[in-house]
């Protein structure tokens, strides 16, 4: 329900998406705006296109105007229905931030994202603050990496991590019919929380992924090919699960030869090419004995792929969206996000809580030491606890009994 | 219904996969182990691990001691429960093929997957007359690749491109929210079937993809990037499908500077590496003046992902398997294929009909003129008609009116 107290602030208010799309980012959206329209303490509620980029070109669209059938329809579509962007605001920026947002009465900004957009959100909130322009500033979260610090999880990475884990328990299936060392690069630059969700979709204890490796612990080559190696005299087999982000002890990623774009942010470019798969594949084939090495390389798929969502993923990504709006509408605070909290380890339960802008901003979170297998190659019991209730239910495994006939 | 006519050929039934796994394949093998069962025709059940090497291992399980559940709960699972393999069998091989059948009284083959093993099929059903022995031998239908002569499609196919088209429409929302250049990769050695698919996630008339590139048609690297750069200019991105099987003018394939592996039916490697997308990557970047150019290839997830079905095509995939055993065990022929007609083109609904396997061995068949677009860079609306009901309904996509506000 919402808030109804009327904010002293009263005024438009402007939403937007920045980062990677995900396929509940849209639930966000859609639950600002109807929270938004419910309150009755917003008058205009503006959309702009791409993020700040379309806010500095004064692109906004009305989506007082959009019907709710509409608002269902988007929010239960994948990727950023208002566009997005990475960018990350200049001084200069935020001056004309500020003119375009005065001459529409904005005084409510909510941005929709990861830890470089909370970054935006925060910048954009000082700068007001220091140049006398009254705004209030929340950042709704969003990340598949389930990388931001405050939360437990995040809006984006229970969907992802499903299709992680579906991918991983077909693949595991595939690889057991054409056995052989079958590599899966998944995303995650610095957390390896989504690579680690291929761990659910195992079921035998045969099943792979067999060795997982994460960026939170430093990749070595020949450790690589050694552990390859083990699990194939064993198996005959070997299904690998791989963070793009894995890097050398010098903190080097591994793919870094292969790439050279950085983003506004300084990010390096790690997706959207097969280069660290296909160099893993070639190591492998070199340094082991094992035949039919191939790799693949999950990319943008595993973020906005249509029909894989996590209901509980979906409902809380909402749920954020309208905690955003009423906390701005409280007036305790002029800034802040949103942060999902666990209440008990039990049962799957959580709470929302407000936490200022800064710390969730810039700095990101990594898997806890508790979730990384000692050996540095696998997750842990407690990891697997953690994620399965945010990656919902998957479907059965069935395999044959496979009683042997006697031979003649 | 069975038939319950016995066969004058009495005995044991073998029944074996082989060549790349499906989401449904499964669902043939089952298909046709209830079929068997129900029959009262056939007393023991075998299956062979991993194709015709599970055979000459004599490497067998007991399918008549396994559960309805399980074998439901098997149908419903991707990939080969079996096993898979890729073996074209020599005349020494059938020899043991024959020694070891004959030893448990084996007179039923059934052989599920492509057209290569449509061939193994042949070649053992040959060797076994010209030696003597008594074998009916038939071949029950499987590719992603919906290459397989004398059939409208094939199952296997309707899931894979009910995954490809959801990845594409995903992709598509995701390139329109980061634009830039997109190319996916997709599966495909000689039928752009499963790259076509690509369209059906197609809803408005900016919709990517874009550019599609099929096997059937000369691929040229320079008109490529034209294309490219066109649709860039145009709407400021372009998504693009490739098949991975796309060839120069003289028919060389363009990723095959990358690859050197070839199996037993000389078949070159081209999935499980990220190569030619890397490569097309590179071209645009050179060529045109688009920036943000990202490629993902497919891979095996379009295979064995875990939950993306057709309806269609798992009902089908269990129907031919059923078919199989019926024809088997019908004195009329003693060897063949179960072949998918398309009765009506209005209202889709199919039969059954037995082909010899020599007429679905070996040879694929290709994308028909009519599906190919003058330009041959899209699929026709024929294609679209054709391919929309083996994939089933996809979910609505929404997407925001976007009124736009008036500048200030």
Redesign the interface.
């Known amino acids: 329900m919402a808030t109804k107290k009327t904010s002293s602030s009263a005024g438009n208010m402007l939403i937007a ?1 920045s980062g ?2 995900t ?1 509940v980012i ?1 639930q966000s959206l859609v639950g600002a705006v109807l929270e938004a329209k419910e309150s009755g303490a917003i008058r205009r509620i ?2 702009a ?2 993020g700040i980029a379309g806010i500095l070109q ?6 007082r ?3 709710p059938a ?17 960018k990350k605001p200049s001084p200069e920026d935020c001056a004309r931030l500020f003119e ?1 947002m005065q ?2 009465d904005v005084r409510y900004f909510f941005y929709i994202g990861g830890n470089d957009s909370a970054e935006t959100a925060h910048i954009v909130y000082e700068e007001a603050k220091a140049s006398g322009y009254e705004l209030r500033c929340y950042h709704i979260p969003k990340t598949i990496d389930n990388d931001l610090r405050e939360n437990d999880h995040t809006p984006g990475y229970g969907s992802a991590a499903r299709f992680v884990a ?2 991983f ?3 595991n ?2 690889n ?3 056995p052989g060392v ?1 590599i899966n690069v998944v995303m995650g630059r610095n957390a390896g929380f989504l690579t680690a969700a291929s761990a659910l ?1 195992r079921r035998f204890p045969d099943d792979g992924p067999h060795l997982i490796y994460l960026p939170e612990r430093a990749f070595s080559m020949e450790r690589f090919a050694r552990d390859v190696q083990t699990t194939f005299r064993r198996l005959g087999r070997c299904v690998v699960a791989v963070s793009e982000g894995i890097a050398d002890s010098s903190g080097t990623p591994i793919a870094a030869a292969y790439t050279k774009e950085v983003d506004a942010h300084g990010n390096v470019q790690l ?5 660290l ?2 160099l893993l ?1 070639e190591f492998i084939k070199a340094k082991t004995d094992a035949t039919r ?9 595993q ?6 969502v996590s209901e509980t993923d979906a409902r809380e990504a909402r749920e954020v969206g309208v905690r955003a709006v009423r906390l701005a509408l409280d007036d305790a605070h002029t800034e802040g996000s949103v942060a999902i909290r666990r209440k008990s380890a039990r049962t799957y339960k959580v709470f929302f809580e407000r936490v200022p802008l800064r710390a969730v901003a810039k700095e990101t979170r990594h898997m806890p030491r508790e979730f990384v297998a000692r050996k540095g190659n696998d997750v842990t019991p407690a990891f697997v606890e953690y994620a399965a209730p945010l990656v919902g239910d ?12 006697t ?2």
Chains 1, 2 share one sequence.
């Open positions: 998406q990677g799309p396929a849209n503006f959309g296109r791409h004064e692109d906004f669209i009305n989506l105007r959009e019907s509409t608002l269902e329809r988007v929010a239960a579509t994948p990727s950023a229905a208002l566009g997005s962007v990475r375009v001459r529409h579906l991918a328990a077909g693949d299936l595939d057991r019919a054409l079958k979709g997706s959207g090419t097969g280069a798969g296909d594949v090495v191939r790799a693949d390389t999950f990319g943008y798929l973020r906005s792929f249509f029909g894989v998957l479907p059965p495994i069935g395999r044959l009994k496979g009683l042997a006939v031979k003649g």
